[in-house]
């Protein structure tokens, strides 16, 4: 779909109009906001603002790679909250085959999301008009009853509301990145990230989750066929999901919850919960089941037992659990697995779980320096202290960013310096209450600012897939017109920008 003129929507013409409500950010998150204010007919205008070319697209739907699968089966991926089956439907007027068990392509999802705000905008009509600018908001001032939004060309935008629908930021974070040097270092989420690699060189890899498995699925894909290193400090990868062989046997629904929410108190101290969790695990294979069905069926009580976790018992789970859940509960889909199995059996994939110390130019690449998992201070020849990988480049693959303070984006930075967000528990995403209003500085909820998707990290812990994003994005829809007056946004906005 097009984009419009920002300057159609520039002050004065917006400051008397309808209540707006400007959304930044046109991945999942953002579209599918836009896709339930534009369902409810909300006496609202919706203006999203995205700095790709293509909208619902974001970080994970924007893959041209078709061996880049979805990592939740089809029946789970529905745009809608009370229709979970909504993508299968739409996917099978394309693939016939598909069935509520299928692990299609991400790129088709990223259609499906834009076919869905087009058939939104269609049916809406003038009921709830909507506009999409490209571009990018650098800035952003709210005050009583609205928000002046500015973007890189320079324009302005006025809002009643705005939904901060950023979602992932790149770039690592690790020590080894400060001084690294720029060139041989690639980014897994830039287009280019695995173009022109020099042939016959080994690429090392920083990360083994599933930004991972993405780089070495398009290394295959593009007919490379050196040998590929891939360093994290645990070493390890996401499970496979179990194949689900026929339409018949599609787990069409959510599995049931596990029965741990129900046992006694909800667990206040992390070694608790996860005792508890294994506990579940071993009863559940034991009866015959299998431990996907207990971290499954935990998904709609992930939330509130992450809320219920005081500050520092949460802190802990981060550091020493949390790594070993999100392999567990984001999973890869069985064939991706089984060509990540055969890279490994052939010996082409070799794993490190080690510590990345430095990442140095060479005159061939670059040289990874890595301290493996357990080195002992001293080191032998079998285990030493530390080892090196060459290169011909270094592809980061660490995800994405969990502390916005540091990512160096201006609207971010300065929306931290004014005072109107602050980080979320433990510093990640962003702090909001329970509707996804943001808190400031002091704690106050905005009047004016909303944030939903990986934003709300800190307070959530479990928000960046769809089932997640759509209950928000649903909500929201629900909340945000009334919050909407179209009221005169003041000149001292803009002035604040
Ligand atoms: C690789 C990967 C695979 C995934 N697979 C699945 C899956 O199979 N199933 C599932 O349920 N979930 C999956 N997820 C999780 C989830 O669906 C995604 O995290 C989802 O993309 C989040 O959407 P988002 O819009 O919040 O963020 P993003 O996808 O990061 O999109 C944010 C958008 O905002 C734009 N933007 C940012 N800042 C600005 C600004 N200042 N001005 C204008 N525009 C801006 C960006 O250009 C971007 O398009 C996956 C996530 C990843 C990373």
Redesign the pocket.
């Known amino acids: 779909m097009s984009f419009d003129n920002p300057s159609f929507l520039s002050f004065p013409r917006l400051r008397f109009e309808r209540p707006t409500v400007a959304i930044?950010?046109?991945?999942?998150?953002?579209v599918l906001t836009a896709v339930q204010l534009l369902r409810r007919r909300s006496p609202v205008r919706v203006v999203l603002?995205?700095?790709?070319p293509r909208l619902g697209?974001?970080?994970?739907?924007?893959t041209t790679c078709d061996s880049h699968l979805?990592?939740?089966p089809a029946a789970g991926?529905g745009a809608f909250p009370d229709e979970p089956g909504h993508f299968l439907h739409w996917a099978r007027g394309r693939r016939p085959e598909a069935h509520g068990g299928s692990f299609l392509p991400?790129r088709l999802?990223g259609e499906y999301l834009e076919w869905c705000l087009e058939e939104e905008i269609a049916a809406a009509r003038r009921r709830t008009p909507f506009t999409a600018i490209q571009?990018?908001?650098?800035a952003l001032a709210s005050g009583p009853g609205g928000a002046a939004l500015r973007l890189a060309g320079g324009e302005t935008l006025w809002a009643s509301q705005v939904v901060l629908?950023?979602?992932?930021s790149a770039g690592a974070a690790e020590a080894w990145s400060a001084s690294a040097p720029r060139g041989p270092i690639r980014d897994a989420w830039q287009p280019d990230a695995i173009a022109g690699l020099p042939p016959g060189r080994p690429v090392v890899l920083i990360g083994t989750g599933?930004?991972a498995v993405?780089v070495m699925l398009s290394l295959e894909e593009a007919g490379f066929d050196g040998p590929i290193h891939a360093v994290s400090r645990r070493g390890l990868f996401p499970q496979p999901h179990l194949p689900v062989a026929s339409p018949a046997a599609a787990p069409v629904s959510v599995p049931p919850p596990s029965a741990l929410p129900g046992r006694g108190a909800t667990p206040e101290r992390a070694r608790e919960l996860v005792a508890a969790i294994r506990a579940e695990i071993r009863l559940a294979v034991a009866l015959g089941g299998d431990w996907r069905t207990v971290v499954d069926g935990l998904r709609p009580r992930t939330q509130a037992l992450w809320a219920a976790l005081p500050e520092a018992e949460r802190a802990r789970l981060h550091r020493h659990a949390l790594r070993y859940w999100e392999v567990h509960r984001h999973r890869m889909a069985p064939e991706v697995a089984g060509r990540i199995e055969r890279l490994r059996r052939s010996g082409r994939l070799q794993v490190t779980a080690g510590h990345v110390l430095s990442v140095t130019a060479t005159s061939g690449g670059a040289a990874v320096t890595v301290r493996p998992r357990g080195a002992r201070a001293a080191g032998t020849a079998s285990h030493p202290t530390e080892l090196t990988l060459e290169g011909g480049a270094v592809i980061r693959c660490t995800?994405?960013r969990e502390h916005l303070d540091s990512v160096g984006?201006p609207?971010l930075d300065g929306l931290f310096a004014g005072g109107d967000a602050r980080p979320g528990g433990l510093g990640l995403g962003l702090a909001v209450d329970e509707d996804g209003r943001l808190l400031d500085r002091a704690g106050e909820p905005s009047d004016t600012l909303w944030a939903?998707?990986?934003?709300r990290r800190g307070a959530l812990l479990e928000t960046?897939?769809?089932?997640e994003?759509r209950e928000q994005a649903a909500a929201l829809a629900r909340i945000l017109p009334e919050a909407a007056v179209a009221v005169e946004v003041g000149y001292a906005l803009e002035e604040a920008l």
């Open positions: 930044v950010g046109g991945g999942a998150s953002g603002v995205e700095e790709r697209r974001g970080v994970a739907y924007g979805l990592n939740v991926m991400r999802y571009g990018r908001v650098t629908a950023m979602g992932h599933l930004t993405d995800g994405p984006d609207l939903l998707g990986p934003l960046t897939a769809i089932p994003i």
